[in-house]
C-alpha cells in the first residue's frame, strides 16, 4: 500500500508543480502588462493546454513577455528562499516547485527560440538576441537540476515507499485538485 501513496503523492506533485509554473509565468505577464500600461483580455489556464495571457493593449511587449519567465523563475525561488530561513516543513516541496520552474521556463525560453513559438516568437520579434535566450536556458536549466540533485537520490526514495505517509498522499492529490 505504501508504493501506492508514493505514487499518489509523485504524480500529484508533478501535476501539481506543472498547473502551478504556468500560473506564476502567466501571473508574470500580467504583472508585466499591468506595470507598462497594459490591458489584460484574457488569461487561459487549463492543465491539458499550455497557458497564455492576451493582452488587448501591450505598450511594452517586450518587457511583458520577459516577465513572465522572469517572475516564472524568481517567485518560485523566493518561496523555496523564504521557507528555508522560516525552516519550514514542506521546504523539500518549495526546492522541488523552484527547480521545476527553473528547468520548464528555460527549456521553453531555450528550446522555443528556435521555432519562435508561443513567447520566443514575440521575444524574436521585439529583438531579443537568441543568444539571451539561449543564456538564459543555460542559466536556469542546470540551477534547477542543482536544486533537484540536493534533494537526495529518486532511486533511494523510490525504495523507501514508507517515506510517503497517506496523509502527505491525500494532502497532495487534494492541493493539485484545489489547483
Same mark, same amino acid.
Given at each position: 500500500?505504501?508504493?501506492?501513496?508514493?505514487?499518489?503523492?509523485?504524480?500529484?506533485?508533478?501535476?501539481?508543480?506543472?498547473?502551478?509554473?504556468?500560473?506564476? %509565468?502567466?501571473?508574470? %505577464?500580467?504583472?508585466?502588462?499591468?506595470?507598462?500600461?497594459?490591458?489584460? @483580455?484574457?488569461?487561459?489556464?487549463?492543465?491539458?493546454?499550455?497557458?497564455?495571457?492576451? &493582452? @488587448?493593449?501591450?505598450?511594452? $511587449?517586450?518587457?511583458?513577455?520577459?516577465?513572465? $519567465?522572469?517572475?516564472?523563475?524568481?517567485?518560485?525561488?523566493?518561496?523555496?528562499? =523564504?521557507?528555508? =530561513?522560516?525552516?519550514?516543513?514542506?521546504?523539500?516541496?518549495?526546492?522541488?516547485?523552484?527547480?521545476?520552474?527553473?528547468?520548464?521556463?528555460?527549456?521553453?525560453?531555450? /528550446?522555443?527560440?528556435?521555432?519562435?513559438?508561443?513567447?520566443?516568437?514575440?521575444?524574436?520579434?521585439? /529583438?531579443?538576441? &537568441?543568444?539571451?535566450?539561449?543564456?538564459?536556458?543555460?542559466?536556469?536549466? $542546470?540551477? /534547477?537540476?542543482?536544486?533537484?540533485?540536493? &534533494?537526495? @537520490?529518486?532511486?533511494?526514495?523510490?525504495? %523507501? $515507499?514508507?517515506?510517503? @505517509?497517506?496523509?502527505?498522499?491525500?494532502?497532495? &492529490?487534494?492541493? =493539485?485538485?484545489?489547483?
Amino acid at each position: 500500500m505504501s508504493r501506492i501513496y508514493q505514487l499518489v503523492f509523485i504524480l500529484s506533485l508533478l501535476c501539481g508543480s506543472w498547473l502551478a509554473m504556468m500560473g506564476v %509565468h502567466e501571473l508574470g %505577464h500580467v504583472l508585466g502588462g499591468i506595470f507598462t500600461g497594459g490591458s489584460i @483580455s484574457r488569461v487561459v489556464l487549463h492543465p491539458l493546454s499550455v497557458s497564455r495571457t492576451d &493582452l @488587448s493593449i501591450n505598450p511594452a $511587449p517586450g518587457l511583458v513577455v520577459w516577465a513572465g $519567465p522572469l517572475l516564472g523563475v524568481l517567485l518560485p525561488l523566493l518561496f523555496w528562499l =523564504v521557507g528555508r =530561513v522560516l525552516r519550514v516543513r514542506f521546504v523539500s516541496l518549495l526546492q522541488f516547485f523552484a527547480g521545476f520552474c527553473l528547468i520548464a521556463n528555460g527549456a521553453y525560453i531555450a /528550446g522555443g527560440s528556435l521555432d519562435g513559438i508561443g513567447d520566443c516568437g514575440v521575444m524574436l520579434q521585439t /529583438g531579443t538576441p &537568441l543568444w539571451m535566450m539561449w543564456g538564459f536556458g543555460l542559466l536556469t536549466v $542546470p540551477a /534547477g537540476f542543482w536544486l533537484w540533485h540536493r &534533494l537526495g @537520490s529518486l532511486q533511494d526514495w523510490w525504495r %523507501h $515507499p514508507e517515506r510517503v @505517509s497517506d496523509q502527505s498522499a491525500w494532502l497532495m &492529490l487534494l492541493a =493539485v485538485a484545489a489547483l
